[in-house]
């Protein structure tokens, strides 16, 4: 067991120890102030899953800590700031800045809502971003659900210059493309036309009928020069790229759209079922580098932080928040992401490294003894 420790530890942040000094995490241990034996503590309840009660137990048993659930509990609210730092600093022992990251990259942003156990349970929003070709995390925040400030939107990242974000079509808003131009990033967001207004290139409102109806197959692409407007009477320049479904594909879609209409009360406007036949995106890559075909196809690599999602909730079990207030529900959502890095970190190094299964830990005098 101290082996594996010692492995891991090679691969925590260099100030890992100075840093839960600094946020007060060991601050009230009445014993061993340790921060090794506390940091193992929480690994065991935030890692293997167990339960607050059977995680002092274990702990007990094996001499790292001695202290009941209830202590267990309050101290993972002390553990916050801690386990946020230890993520902040795997960004940026990765040449990753939590403020931005460098020039040229193109970035999937969304967000996955978890929800704390029970009818009352309070729900949180995790913004993530992930780079291409790598699909690393450069971005994370964790966020209520609910007031000011906390819903989806591209404000929520930060953008440095040169950066090509995708996104889904709830990050399709003016002020949020606004936000993308202004740090001179470029992005490409899915579309509804009910929900974006677009002008085209006369500054009129975009006919959406005859400009699809241009698209006469399945798999057939257009572009448009268009516009949207921004704050102050301003306009953000980029184009419109559709893409027509297949037939099957525009089959289940309308009957989803009915079904869900059907269960609402609402009845379908002859446009809904249009635009359903349709793929839509709003873009402001440049395109001299990206055709109307390439953008598509990039779009369509949105779905792989959806795909991250899913193993994020499965591997690292962020599934729900089993906490009851604010402050041990940050901490637990912070402890899920450290492992999840802390997981990513080492299956990569054991696919680059042979033959023994870690890193170097110590180099032995000729005066030592070998065991």
Known sequence: MDEDWDILVSLLPKDWLEQAVNTSALKGLRKDKSAKDLLRTLLIHLACGYSLRETALRARQAKLADMSDVALLKRLRKSKDWLAALCSSMFQDRGISMEGIGDSEVRLFDATNIKEPGKTGSLWRVHYSVRIPSLRCDFFKVTAVEGKGTGESLKQFSIQKGDHIIADRGYSTPSGIEHVRRCKGHVLVRMSPHNLQVLDSAGQTMPWKERLGEITGSGHVRSWP????????????????????????????????????????????????????????????????????????????????????????????????????????????????????????LILQARSISPWGGPLLKELSQAEPVA
Not at 288 to 298: R, T
Not at 300 to 311: A, C, D, G, P
Not at 320 to 332: G, M, N, T
């Open 226 to 345: 268009v516009s949207i407007p921004g704050t102050g009477g301003k306009r953000i320049s980029g184009r419109v790229c559709a893409v027509r479904k297949t037939q099957e594909a525009i089959r289940q879609t309308h009957k989803n759209l009915r079904r869900r209409a059907s269960k609402n009360g609402q009845k379908l406007l002859p446009e809904t079922l249009l635009y359903a036949e349709y793929v839509i995106v709003f873009t402001t890559f440049s395109e001299s580098k990206f055709s109307a075909a390439e953008v598509m196809k990039w779009y369509r690599i949105r779905w792989q932080i959806e795909l991250v999602f899913k193993r994020f909730k499965q591997i690292a079990q962020l599934g729900h928040l089993p906490k009851h207030d604010d402050e041990s529900a940050q901490a637990w959502l912070y402890g899920k992401l450290f492992i999840a890095m802390m997981a990513e970190k």
